[in-house]
């Protein structure tokens, strides 16, 4: 059966090592694109994460984003599908994790931005490489008082934390069990608390349906343990080279990874008919 619906993520798939999108890849989306298939970004960054990303990649029609919880059409900015956590359990959640050693950033339900202690923001620019101090400074809403934000809303999107000890994302998910909550790893050293029953393979799912779409027409390319939803989804699940064993596990195709224009290969496949 045809590809009609190619899903990517972001981070660790579609952009390399020095957070770019090469111009290999970004032909070759756009062929996929003349030739009728939907470009969707599937992805734990909110939909203005992304701005950067749909400018440099103009084929891209929707956007899964944090984690599956807001699905929105980029031409149009309808929100097509969203789940949220009410307020009370976010502040619950929050201080059930808050002698760890983390930064904790919470996607507002109207704008999508991640709101973050300003503090603890101005110390996770500090530790980072530039590239990704950068898009902090750019994207994230440093807050004098989290509490006090949180109590001006009645619901986030998820929260998304970078952690910085060993042990921190493990003792997250420890601290989690039983909770009616998704919790990911979205990066080597980041995890994730979504909306119950919320994933990328959630949100895929539900904007397929939108666009009468089947999962066997789905192509999802991914490398991490938030990607394995939707490439247990995707009727043609694929893993970038530099991919967890988790979701080389899934995949029925393992490409080259992103520092080596894997996507591309990947879809060119497609194109020439050979996955």
């Known amino acids: 059966m045809a590809i009609k619906l190619i899903a990517l993520d972001i981070d660790g798939t579609l952009m390399n090592s020095h957070l770019q999108v090469t111009e290999q890849t970004i032909r070759t989306l756009t062929e996929a694109a003349e030739k009728g298939i939907a470009v969707v970004l599937s992805t734990g960054r909110p939909e203005p994460e992304c701005d950067d990303v749909i400018e440099k990649v103009p084929c891209i029609s929707y956007v899964n984003g944090c984690t599956g919880a807001r699905v929105v059409d980029v031409k149009t900015g309808k929100i097509i599908a969203g789940r949220y956590i009410p307020v009370d359990e976010a502040k619950r959640l929050r201080e059930k994790l808050r002698d760890l050693d983390l930064v904790v ?37 440093g807050e004098e008082d989290l509490d006090a934000y949180l109590s001006s809303i009645d619901k986030i999107v998820k929260f998304y934390m970078p952690c910085f000890s060993e042990g921190v994302i493990e003792e997250v998910k420890r601290r989690m069990e039983g909770e009616p909550y998704t919790v990911l790893q979205c990066g080597p050293n980041d995890v994730e608390i979504c909306p119950a029953g919320t994933d990328k393979g959630t949100g895929l799912s539900l904007l397929a349906q939108a666009l009468g779409i089947t999962a066997q027409e789905v192509m999802a390319i991914g490398d991490s343990e938030n990607d394995l939803s939707m490439l247990r989804y995707a009727g ?31 879809v060119n496949m497609v194109l020439e008919g050979l996955l």
Do not use: Q, W
């Open 105 to 141: 950033c919470a996607a507002d339900p109207l704008t999508a931005r991640f709101h973050d202690d300003a503090r603890e923001l101005e110390r996770a620019i500090s530790l980072s490489s530039p590239d990704v101090a950068a898009f902090l400074a750019k994207y994230h809403v």
């Open 236 to 266: 043609l699940p694929v893993c970038m080279g530099n991919g967890s064993e988790a979701a080389k596990a899934c995949a029925k195709y393992i490409t080259d990874d992103n520092d080596h224009d894997g996507v591309a290969k990947a």
